[in-house]
């Protein structure tokens, strides 16, 4: 299969699905929402602007695109098949800035939990429930 898109197609293609506030960022929302927990949504006071930051627990929360965070050995992370070097690097850049941030985040004495986006679709409670679970934990 040839990439029928151009680099810049798909680039915007792509930034359309990176979008904020899509469909599992408001349904994870929502959801801890009706648990009680209260948090702000994309604030870029903390570094690399979290999904979600909740500050009475310290915690921060991203709610990670498997495409756009290269979530290995998962079937939602597949390279188009042109321009691979221009994605790849995309990608490498994106885990290496969300390493960075991750770092900094616990610097600060936050816990950092990530969610991949294939687990809140194969089973949305399971992972939400292992979320609220990593909120309430005392161990980063
Ligand atoms: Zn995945």
Not at 85 to 97: C, G, L
């Amino acid at each position: 299969m040839v990439d029928k898109f151009s680099a810049e197609k798909r680039s915007e293609i792509m930034s359309k699905i990176k979008g904020k506030n899509t469909k599992i960022e408001i349904n994870v929302r929502k959801y801890l929402f009706s648990k009680g927990f209260r948090y702000r949504k994309n604030d870029k006071r903390y570094p690399g602007t979290p999904d979600l930051v909740l500050p009475k627990y310290k915690t921060a929360v991203f709610i990670n695109g498997c495409f756009w965070h290269g979530h290995e050995n998962c079937k939602l992370y597949r390279l188009p098949k042109s321009n691979v070097e221009f994605w790849q690097k995309k990608i490498e850049r994106n885990q290496n800035n969300y390493l960075r941030n991750k770092s900094k985040l616990e610097e600060m004495g936050f816990k950092v939990i990530v969610v991949w986006e294939c687990e809140l679709r194969k089973s949305f409670d399971n992972a939400m429930n292992e979320v609220v679970y990593a909120i309430k934990s005392d161990k980063i």
